[in-house]
């Protein structure tokens, strides 16, 4: 396996698929089945020294997101190898997983439907039309990139390890204006990094990219408009050194990359 191939691995098992437990959440139709369920899914790929994976513990509907596997979940989606699981997510292979644990049918169809969804709406190329909905997929963009890139920097990808190696302690942030719900933030320092959720409250960051409507901030996050005229016209604020805007830019561009 190549590194591109464990990067992208990388990103969909712990900054992707953790967005199933929002989505579910968000989304009354799956918050109702899994409502009264209780068990743990697990999603995984098969390779040479083992199995990876990531898994969720349920309990009677409230989701808790583990990474790494365990042995004899109540329902597992096993691919027989971390290429073919990356190929599945990325849209680019239709080869189904193995489902271990079948008979637990209500499980499967409600894992099934939150997956769908996060596939789907990861896959728009415009808004959704409801706002509901943009904001929902603000949040996971924010949440995606936030987390992929401290996730890239844990396994050693060499541009953003090199930044944050060499970097001081710093916060950089993603907001929309008046919502703090569309939040996110990366801290890092000295070869350290950690994404969180939210606001950062203990002094202003570092650097923020402040979006003034989900419209604007879909424009950057989905790569429709240009985050130069996007400046300029007041769509985005960048709270910070501009240099910086447009590195944390480079480094949002790769995690989009390798989760497409």
Excluded: C
């Amino acid at each position: 396996m190549d590194n591109q191939e464990r990067y992208a691995n990388v990103i969909f098992l712990n900054a992707v698929l953790p967005l199933l437990k929002v989505i579910v959440e968000e989304d009354e139709k799956l918050s109702n089945k899994f409502s009264k369920l209780t068990g743990t899914l697990q999603i995984s790929a098969l390779y040479d020294e083992g199995k990876v994976g990531t898994h969720y513990e349920i309990e009677e509907g409230s989701i808790k997101v583990v990474k790494g596997v365990i042995e004899a979940p109540t329902l597992e989606l096993e691919f027989k190898s971390i290429e073919l699981f990356n190929g599945f997510f990325k849209g680019t292979s239709k080869k189904l997983p193995k489902i271990k644990g079948i008979k637990h049918l209500r499980l499967l169809i409600a894992s099934l439907g939150g997956l769908m969804k996060m596939a789907n709406l990861l896959g728009l190329s415009t808004p959704p039309p409801e706002e509901k909905e943009k904001k929902l997929l603000v949040r996971l963009y924010f949440y995606l990139l936030s987390s992929g890139i401290s996730q890239l920097n844990k396994v050693g990808h060499p541009e953003i390890s090199k930044w944050v190696k060499k970097s001081p302690d710093r916060v950089y942030a993603w907001t929309v204006e008046n919502d703090e719900e569309m939040s996110a933030f990366l801290r890092i320092k000295a070869g350290n990094s950690k994404a969180s959720r939210g606001i950062y409250k203990r002094s202003k960051p570092f650097f923020t990219m402040r979006f003034d409507s989900t419209e604007s901030a879909l424009g950057i996050l989905m790569e429709i408009d240009d985050m130069i005229e996007s400046t300029i016209k007041g769509k985005l604020v960048m709270e910070g050194a501009p240099e910086f805007g447009a590195q944390l830019g480079d480094y949002m561009t790769i995690v989009g990359g390798y989760a497409k």
